[in-house]
């Protein structure tokens, strides 16, 4: 391969992931790499130090364009938004920090930033950049990038999970779920279900799908006894690795239709996260490599 192939192919599940963290889906963090690319063959290599920076510089600033276009479109969008969840190998999970920033709840929170917050936050506090490359990455001076990585990580420590669930938990909590939607049992599901729990659905407007959020262990449980999952097919679930902790992939008639991640605080589930829309599970079936 000639240098700068060698250099994007060495880099490209890092890429990958900056995108994919910063956007929230792999269809929009997938394209963020083509055009990187497409930039990145039209450098002049010898004026480049480091290549790695050089190319965390592009995908941040493709990013950081993407991520207005996503905020325009998220406002026409039916019903909830959730990340699109990836199947992710069994090692990420070993990885706790990186675990923990691709996880379903921390990218909800991720999106209550504004862009150029959650470009720095992304790049120093999962990727450890410096605070003169962020500034490179991101257009702004290095003290500039000190204060939005100021705030930002004051808005992050309000707002993300507290106490969180270890792995073991995240799966007690799924086996509940799944006993719910197979037998119809719902007491074990009840048991461990914060008051406040919140369950968000996203169909995308194309899938059967909560139009807004259901708050409450009893309209929770509730929810599932009537049938969260249609019981129009034949359904099967799997306990699988999404996003870096415990999942699970729901079939009907032997087709994905549906993922289902928790959120775990100090031994209860405070929400559910069930995404159903079609252009979100179409890279399901196979592992995506996320990486540091």
């Given at each position: 391969?000639?240098?700068?192939?060698?250099?994007?192919?060495?880099?490209?599940?890092?890429?990958?992931?900056?995108?994919?963290?910063?956007?929230?889906?792999?269809?929009?963090?997938?394209?963020?790499l083509?055009?990187?690319?497409?930039?990145?063959?039209?450098?002049?290599?010898?004026?480049?130090?480091?290549?790695?920076?050089y190319?965390?510089?592009?995908?941040?600033?493709?990013?950081?364009?993407?991520?207005?276009?996503?905020?325009?479109?998220?406002?026409?969008?039916v019903?909830?938004?959730?990340?699109?969840?990836?199947?992710?190998a069994?090692?990420?999970?070993?990885?706790?920090?990186?675990?923990?920033?691709?996880?379903?709840?921390?990218?909800?929170?991720?999106?209550?930033?504004?862009?150029?917050?959650?470009?720095?936050?992304?790049?120093?506090?999962?990727?450890?950049?410096?605070?003169?490359e962020?500034?490179?990455?991101?257009?702004?001076?290095?003290?500039?990038?000190?204060q939005?990585?100021?705030?930002?990580?004051?808005?992050?420590?309000?707002?993300?999970?507290?106490?969180?669930?270890?792995?073991?938990?995240?799966r007690?909590?799924?086996?509940?779920?799944q006993?719910?939607?197979?037998?119809?049992?719902?007491?074990?599901?009840?048991?461990?279900?914060?008051?406040?729990?919140v369950?968000?659905?996203?169909?995308?407007?194309v899938?059967h799908?909560?139009?807004?959020?259901?708050?409450?262990?009893?309209?929770?449980?509730?929810?599932?006894?009537?049938?969260?999952?249609?019981?129009?097919?034949?359904?099967?679930?799997?306990?699988?690795?999404?996003?870096?902790?415990?999942?699970?992939?729901?079939?009907?008639?032997?087709?994905?239709?549906?993922?289902?991640?928790?959120?775990?605080?100090?031994?209860?589930?405070?929400?559910?996260?069930?995404?159903?829309?079609?252009?979100?599970?179409?890279?399901?079936?196979?592992?995506?490599?996320?990486?540091?």
């Open positions: 391969m000639d240098p700068a192939t060698e250099a994007f192919v060495a880099h490209r599940n890092l890429l990958f992931t900056v995108a994919y963290e910063m956007l929230g889906t792999a269809a929009d963090a997938e394209d963020v083509q055009e990187t690319w497409l930039r990145w063959v039209g450098v002049d290599l010898d004026i480049v130090r480091e290549k790695r920076a190319l965390v510089r592009i995908v941040t600033r493709q990013a950081l364009d993407r991520l207005r276009v996503l905020g325009r479109r998220k406002e026409s969008y019903g909830p938004w959730l990340p699109e969840p990836l199947l992710t069994p090692d990420v999970a070993e990885d706790v920090e990186l675990a923990d920033s691709v996880s379903m709840a921390m990218l909800l929170v991720l999106e209550t930033l504004q862009p150029v917050e959650r470009a720095v936050f992304v790049l120093r506090e999962v990727f450890d950049l410096g605070y003169d962020i500034a490179e990455a991101v257009g702004k001076s290095p003290s500039a990038v000190r939005l990585a100021y705030r930002a990580r004051a808005h992050v420590a309000a707002r993300r999970p507290r106490g969180t669930g270890s792995p073991a938990e995240h007690a909590a799924l086996h509940a779920f006993r719910a939607v197979e037998t119809g049992e719902l007491q074990s599901l009840l048991d461990i279900l914060a008051p406040d729990v369950a968000l659905s996203d169909g995308g407007g899938k799908a909560l139009l807004r959020p259901v708050v409450g262990a009893d309209n929770v449980a509730r929810l599932l006894a009537v049938g969260w999952w249609k019981r129009d097919a034949e359904r099967s679930v799997e306990l699988v690795q999404i996003n870096g902790g415990p999942g699970l992939l729901v079939r009907a008639d032997g087709e994905i239709d549906g993922v289902l991640v928790v959120r775990v605080e100090n031994g209860h589930v405070t929400g559910a996260y069930h995404v159903r829309n079609p252009e979100k599970l179409s890279r399901i079936g196979r592992q995506t490599t996320v990486t540091r």
